[in-house]
């Protein structure tokens, strides 16, 4: 439609932006739409169960090359991530957690530069969030049952403050807590991705327009170029994809960590 | 420096560094916020909203200080988050 009414006007670029992310597939346009990155999530979900049920279907001690790569990912979340930041004693309740996390971010991310899927499930705010949202819940949860829910909302505020500032702090600590710690978390997953998609969406679109519809021959020149920067951004944002999912993982681990560490010193 | 205290050690210092900017984050638009609110129910805009703002990273400021910057004074359950785990 954008498209057809630039057309009409005598052409001009459109540049890719955030509206371009909101895809709906069935349900039109409505807030209960089944969009892209739904499908996508829907589609690395089969995909992660799938393999991993395969793979650990037929263990061996000697492992083949499937089960090698599926042993170092989740070595890699056990023990890199796990063990070493939550410490030996409690780390193995988080695990489960940690390594779905890892694995249903990565692929979700790594499907932004995958053809025929071509799109980050997680440059859809909604996904981040429910993710951190798990995430704090879990560590929630833990902090409570460990102290008690009373116990819990006092560790809040540290100790040897004066009186009269401990309800401004309680107060500035509880939303740091519950909204801006979640928030964060999820934005920057988020932004990492939209903002990646986005720029390898404007090397290409700018690069075709360039090519095909600029005209003067420095600018087809300058569209090539913009392809060929398209093609390194889509290996650096490969590198960012991986990045973020590990990122992602690592502060739920610190932040688990957290909650188990608090409640060792009381 | 390179004590856990001051939160610079390893991927502990990394969730100091996110908390810190957390709290910075809250200060502000929190009493921020509140100010503004204070301000539209008794229309004195920007009074209140001035006051929040200042005040909030103030507080948060203050409570990074306490939390994250005077080993002396830290008591030993001070801190709270993941910085407390690199022994």
């Given at each position: 439609?954008?498209?057809?009414?630039?057309?009409?006007?005598?052409?001009?670029?459109?540049?890719?932006?955030?509206?371009?992310?909101?895809?709906?597939?069935?349900?039109?346009?409505?807030?209960?739409?089944?969009?892209?990155?739904?499908?996508?999530?829907?589609?690395?979900?089969?995909?992660?169960?799938?393999?991993?049920?395969?793979?650990?279907?037929?263990?061996?001690?000697?492992?083949?090359?499937?089960?090698?790569?599926?042993?170092?990912?989740?070595?890699?979340?056990?023990?890199g991530l796990a063990?070493d930041i939550i410490?030996?004693?409690?780390?193995?309740?988080?695990?489960?957690?940690l390594?779905?996390?890892f694995?249903?971010?990565?692929?979700?991310?790594?499907?932004?530069?995958?053809?025929?899927?071509?799109?980050?499930?997680?440059?859809?705010?909604?996904?981040?969030?429910?993710?951190a949202?798990?995430v704090?819940?879990?560590y929630?949860?833990?902090?409570?049952?460990?102290?008690?829910?009373?116990?819990?909302?006092?560790?809040?505020?540290?100790?040897?403050?004066?009186?009269?500032?401990?309800?401004?702090?309680?107060?500035?600590?509880?939303?740091t807590?519950?909204?801006t710690r979640?928030?964060t978390l999820?934005l920057r997953l988020?932004?990492n991705?939209?903002?990646?998609?986005?720029?390898?969406?404007?090397?290409?679109?700018?690069?075709?327009?360039?090519?095909?519809?600029?005209?003067?021959?420095?600018?087809?020149?300058?569209?090539?170029?913009?392809?060929?920067?398209?093609?390194?951004?889509?290996?650096?944002?490969?590198?960012?994809?991986?990045l973020q999912a590990y990122v992602f993982t690592l502060l739920s681990a610190l932040y688990l960590a957290g909650?188990?560490a608090?409640?060792?010193?009381? | 420096m390179d004590d856990d205290a001051h939160g610079s050690a390893g991927p502990a210092g990394d969730a100091a560094a996110w908390t810190v900017l957390a709290y910075l984050l809250?200060?502000?638009?929190?009493?921020?916020?509140?100010?503004?609110?204070?301000?539209?129910?008794?229309?004195?805009?920007?009074?209140?909203?001035?006051?929040?703002?200042?005040?909030?990273?103030?507080?948060?400021?203050?409570?990074v200080?306490?939390r994250y910057?005077?080993?002396?004074?830290?008591?030993?359950?001070?801190s709270t988050d993941a910085s407390d785990n690199t022994?």
């Amino acid at each position: 439609m954008r498209a057809l009414l630039a057309a009409s006007e005598g052409g001009g670029f459109e540049a890719p932006g955030p509206l371009d992310f909101w895809q709906p597939l069935v349900g039109g346009d409505s807030q209960f739409a089944l969009t892209r990155a739904m499908v996508v999530a829907v589609i690395s979900v089969v995909l992660i169960s799938g393999w991993l049920l395969l793979v650990t279907r037929r263990l061996s001690v000697v492992p083949g090359r499937a089960q090698f790569w599926t042993e170092g990912v989740y070595g890699l979340v056990r023990n890199g991530l796990a063990r070493d930041i939550i410490g030996s004693k409690d780390f193995l309740q988080f695990v489960p957690l940690l390594f779905t996390l890892f694995i249903l971010i990565l692929v979700n991310n790594l499907f932004g530069i995958i053809p025929p899927i071509l799109f980050p499930t997680m440059s859809r705010f909604g996904f981040p969030l429910a993710l951190a949202l798990v995430v704090f819940t879990t560590y929630h949860v833990v902090g409570m049952r460990r102290m008690g829910v009373g116990g819990y909302f006092r560790h809040m505020v540290p100790a040897g403050l004066p009186g009269w500032v401990v309800p401004l702090i309680f107060f500035l600590e509880l939303v740091t807590y519950f909204v801006t710690r979640p928030v964060t978390l999820a934005l920057r997953l988020f932004g990492n991705m939209f903002a990646g998609h986005i720029l390898l969406a404007l090397c290409v679109v700018g690069g075709q327009y360039l090519v095909f519809d600029a005209g003067s021959p420095g600018l087809k020149v300058a569209g090539v170029a913009t392809y060929a920067g398209g093609f390194v951004m889509t290996l650096f944002e490969g590198f960012v994809q991986f990045l973020q999912a590990y990122v992602f993982t690592l502060l739920s681990a610190l932040y688990l960590a957290g909650s188990v560490a608090a409640t060792v010193e009381h | 420096m390179d004590d856990d205290a001051h939160g610079s050690a390893g991927p502990a210092g990394d969730a100091a560094a996110w908390t810190v900017l957390a709290y910075l984050l809250t200060g502000p638009l929190l009493y921020g916020g509140l100010g503004w609110l204070a301000d539209r129910w008794l229309n004195t805009n920007p009074v209140f909203s001035m006051i929040g703002i200042v005040g909030g990273m103030a507080l948060a400021l203050y409570l990074v200080w306490f939390r994250y910057g005077a080993p002396e004074r830290r008591p030993p359950s001070a801190s709270t988050d993941a910085s407390d785990n690199t022994e």
